[in-house]
């Protein structure tokens, strides 16, 4: 009888110890945790996106750069490959476009008497290598930066991966060297013809009677008009912009950070794009758009008739300086 | 095929960079490229966190998109490569990470970087696997000899997680679940456009 309690006290005791411990299991597995989140006052990525743009901390390597864990990108992206294309494409091909039909209708301007037979020196000889040695590196510089841009979608299906990264290769080292003589050349122009390009009274009359370019009228001129001057101005501040944002790129990190880099890549791109487009309007008027136009900066004297056409206040500042000035075609100025 | 990712647990990471240790002597990265770093939070201060980092092998990559030359390109396992031959050294791909993943050898004289350097996920390049021309261009290719990344192989607490992203994704939760908290998975929401629910 004895044994028989002895063995009911050690199974409800057992019972009730199991009671006890399925009892407390859970409500310790529930409470533990909660009081045992050593991270809890560690910062969290959501609410550091949201506070800043660059989440950025200690690094034990000397890298500056990689110091930030995260970093914007997206958007530039999206100007990258979608709006920069996108721009540049509509500037350069609108411009392409309104030439062409600009040609079509109102064809090369004329030398309305013909030529004279007597020339004017236009541009000596320091000018016009200035001019050309800026020029050229500006082709070389806008066909390579457009392969930056078009390249991998015009260019890259036409001749294969291979070749194109191997003629992008030379045309970013042809971009990055010949930016040397382009902003020499920039800064040259800016001194050698500032003087002629400070926009006065004479270019508003010229601008109110659309420089002549609808119709025959010819209004006056001095040395530059103002068409030419607005071409200098972009040349100038276009350049001297493509230049600071080149530099910035060519030694990346020198002077700002990851958006700073961006903000120059984007700056440099729709300049650029910009740049290029009002240069095509250059190129036409002083080719094919104009008779007598492109031996100022060939032969670096225009025909005095082309001089008094588009030039009248310059021509009779030139003729009042003396007779050096106006010499015979093919005669040695004295 | 496995969708390859990194995850890193950051609340386990205890900034020993031997991730970045092995990565470098595993690939015989030259010196001054770091194809992974640990970025240490508020360092010293109330809310310290370090995070190790690297390429997170992005879907829908921001640095091929940008790249000019088309030099980059996705393997069946998700992992963003690329060639070192086709690789002109403009820099663009730095410009779009959103990671800071891409290096570059030669730091910027005239524009001239070299060929950029990242993070390969340990699977090489585009020549032969496992080949010394891919070794010397991009290093190990383990994935190749059936390994995962070395950086998460050896990682002594187990934070840095490299494999198939719903492999890890679930370890991750299991985690989670048993300790009961967790920061996430940082850089998911950015690099994959989806983050793991805590």
Not at chain 1, 196 to 205: A, H, S, T
Not at chain 1, 285 to 306: H, K, P
Not at chain 2, 51 to 71: G, K, L, Y
Not at chain 2, 107 to 114: E, H
Request: charged share 15%.
């Amino acid at each position: 009888m004895a044994g028989l309690l002895a063995q009911a006290r050690f199974i409800v005791g057992a019972l009730a110890l199991i009671f006890v411990v399925a009892m407390a299991a859970p409500a310790s597995a529930q409470q533990q945790p909660l009081s045992t989140n050593p991270m809890a006052s560690s910062v969290k990525e959501d609410q550091l996106l949201q506070q800043m743009r660059i989440i950025d901390g200690r690094v034990s390597i000397p890298d500056r750069q990689s110091r930030n864990l995260e970093q914007p990108g997206r958007d530039w992206r999206q100007f990258q490959q979608q709006t920069l294309p996108w721009i540049a494409g509509i500037a350069i091909l609108g411009v392409l476009a309104a030439l062409v039909v600009f040609y079509l209708t109102r064809g090369m301007v004329k030398i309305e008497r013909g030529r004279s037979g007597r020339v004017v020196v236009r541009f000596n000889a320091l000018e016009r290598f200035v001019h050309w040695m800026t020029a050229t590196c500006f082709i070389v510089l806008a066909l390579s930066g457009l392969n930056i841009t078009f390249g991998k979608t015009l260019l890259a299906p036409v001749i294969g991966l291979d070749a194109f990264a191997a003629w992008s290769q030379w045309a970013k080292y042809a971009h990055n060297y010949l930016s040397f003589p382009f902003t020499i050349g920039v800064v040259l122009i800016l001194l050698l013809w500032v003087a002629g390009n400070i926009p006065n009274k004479v270019d508003v009359e010229w601008v109110k009677r659309c420089g002549g370019i609808l119709g025959s009228d010819h209004p006056p001129a001095q040395r530059f008009n103002a068409g030419q001057k607005l071409i200098y101005w972009v040349v100038v501040l276009g350049g001297l912009a493509s230049a600071v944002t080149g530099y910035l790129l060519m030694f990346p990190f020198y002077a700002t950070g990851i958006e700073g880099m961006q903000t120059a890549q984007s700056v440099h791109g729709i300049v650029a794009a910009l740049f290029i487009a009002v240069m095509l309007g250059h190129i036409y008027i002083g080719t094919i758009g104009m008779e007598g136009a492109f031996e100022a900066m060939g032969e670096g004297t225009v025909d005095e008739n082309w001089a008094r056409q588009h030039h009248a206040l310059w021509l009779e500042d030139e003729k009042s300086k003396g007779p050096a000035g106006a010499t015979p075609r093919g005669a040695p100025a004295e | 095929m496995a969708r390859m990712k990194f995850l890193c647990d950051a609340d386990r990471c205890i900034e020993c960079n031997a991730c970045v240790t092995a990565c470098k002597n595993e690939h015989e990265v030259p010196w001054g490229i770091n194809r992974r770093r640990v970025v240490t939070i508020n360092d010293g201060k109330p809310g310290e966190r370090s995070i190790s980092m690297a390429c997170m092998h992005c879907t829908d990559a921001p640095c091929a998109s940008v790249c000019p030359v088309n030099c980059f390109y996705t393997t069946a396992d998700a992992v963003v490569l690329h060639s070192k031959d086709l690789c002109i050294g403009c820099g663009y791909c730095f410009y779009a990470c959103p990671f800071g993943a891409p290096q570059y050898p030669k730091v910027g004289n005239f524009g001239s970087r070299g060929k950029m350097d990242k993070c390969t996920f340990c699977a090489g390049g585009p020549e032969a696997d496992s080949s010394q021309a891919e070794f010397v261009k991009y290093g190990t290719n383990r994935l190749a000899e059936g390994k995962l990344p070395l950086c998460a192989e050896m990682c002594s607490t187990k934070s840095l997680l490299a494999g198939d992203g719903e492999i890890i994704a679930q370890i991750y939760k299991e985690r989670v679940v048993k300790r009961g908290y967790g920061s996430g998975a940082w850089g998911w929401k950015t690099a994959y456009k989806e983050s793991i629910a805590t």
